[in-house]
């Protein structure tokens, strides 16, 4: 399943995950976030829960967004092919 998700689904996924960053998660928990809140919440429901914490806390999310991107770069090195 993961090898067909483009990571800017795989971020938005990972932030609306519970895994925290202070958790200081390895590659495989990253993995396993991404596809629990996906198999949660769905493409969509992950995508709304980002636009949601983006407008009501704004200077928390952006951390986030910023620690999820990474953390995604990390467990996923190697990009999903463009559609």
């Not at 990474?70 to 190697?78: E, K, V």
């Amino acid at each position: 399943m993961t090898a067909l998700l483009d990571d800017a689904v795989r971020t938005e996924a990972l932030f609306a995950s519970d895994l925290q960053r202070s958790q200081r998660p390895t590659s495989e928990s990253v993995r396993s976030a991404v596809i629990a809140a996906l198999e949660r919440l769905g493409a969509g429901g992950c995508a709304e829960l980002v636009a949601q914490e983006f407008g009501e806390h704004p200077d928390c999310a952006l951390g986030r967004m910023q620690w999820a991107r990474h953390a995604i770069r990390d467990a996923f090195p190697n990009p999903s092919p463009a559609r």
